[in-house]
């Protein structure tokens, strides 16, 4: 290599250096059961932002879904932005009389954004919003009509 290749390669060598020392991956600092939990449900997706809140966590899926977790990691809000969530998802997260009341309407496939507490669970769906009372297992519209799951 000549001096002046190697006067011209140096600076390359040197900014990939530092490029690579200054980059930081935001999956560092999500917590392993968060991580775990995107991967499961969003695998392959990256993440434009994670931020730890006095309440639990917050990750935004880069072009996807808003998730906050509490601070024993359990969801608390998952938020599509505009998009259906993961049937599997839906399936694996909400107790079984609730999916299995979104089947038996066809609605299994319809939801935007669901949302818990220790007494509730809250659906978005494409035309409505329904509510699920765990203590009952009543489902709720937002007309009061109330029906059994």
């Excluded at 775990?36 to 879904?65: C, H, M, R, W």
């Excluded at 993961?86 to 694996?92: D, G, H, M, R, T």
């Excluded at 297992?137 to 007309?143: A, S």
Aim: with cysteine; glycine share 6%; proline share 5%.
């Amino acid at each position: 290599m000549s001096r002046l290749e190697k006067f011209l390669f140096l600076p390359i060598v040197v900014g990939i250096i530092v490029l690579g020392a200054c980059s930081s991956n935001v999956w560092d600092e999500v917590p392993s059961p968060i991580t775990s939990f995107v991967e499961q449900y969003y695998p392959g997706s990256g993440l434009s932002s994670y931020n730890q809140t006095d309440n639990g966590y917050q990750v935004k899926i880069a072009n996807g879904a808003t998730l906050s977790f509490d601070s024993d990691y359990s969801w608390t809000s998952i938020d599509g932005n505009g998009v259906r969530l993961p049937e599997v998802l839906v399936y694996n997260q909400l107790p079984p009389a609730l999916f299995n009341y979104l089947q038996s309407v066809e609605q299994q496939n319809s939801v935007y954004r669901m949302s818990r507490d220790a007494h509730f669970y809250k659906l978005t769906m494409e035309n409505t919003v329904i509510t699920y009372d765990i203590a009952t297992g009543k489902v709720t519209y937002p007309d009061g009509k109330t029906v059994d799951s």
